[in-house]
């Protein structure tokens, strides 16, 4: 399975992007998915995960109430939407697939990762 993340960019502080994460080669439909992040010099973060139908959704506190993660599984794609983005939200994030049909908050419960899609909050 492949996973391309997109629509990562550079944005001020208060703005809004939103991230897509298309899979090929594997329908995601059975499958929990999830978004992680990494700073410069930080360890790989979880940021948001939903379960094979969207009926279980979950978030790091960091970005609860600011990021809302969806998926159209007819797509095979996974969305990140983040509104009132903050400078410590500049990160490399990925999307990654899960084993299980929930996903999990671990990078260990992912199999599959994107190749990262920057995102920069201007101060």
């Known amino acids: 399975v492949q996973l391309q993340a997109s629509g990562g960019g550079l944005v001020q502080a208060g703005g809004s992007l939103r991230l897509s994460c298309a899979a090929s080669?594997?329908?995601?439909?059975?499958?929990?998915m999830g978004w992680f992040r990494q700073a410069p010099g930080k360890e790989r973060e979880f940021v948001a995960g939903?379960?094979?139908?969207?009926?279980?959704?979950y978030y790091a506190d960091s970005v609860k109430g600011r990021f809302t993660i969806s998926r159209d599984n007819a797509k095979n794609t996974v969305y990140l939407q983040m509104n009132s983005l903050k400078p410590e939200d500049t990160a490399v994030y990925y999307c990654?697939?899960?084993?299980?049909?929930?996903?999990?908050?671990?990078?260990?419960?992912?199999?599959?990762w994107g190749q990262g899609t920057q995102v920069t909050v201007s101060s």
């Open positions: 939903i379960s094979w139908r969207g009926g279980i959704i």
């Open positions: 080669g594997r329908a995601i439909s059975n499958y929990g």
């Open positions: 990654a697939i899960s084993g299980s049909t929930i996903g999990g908050r671990t990078s260990t419960d992912y199999g599959y």
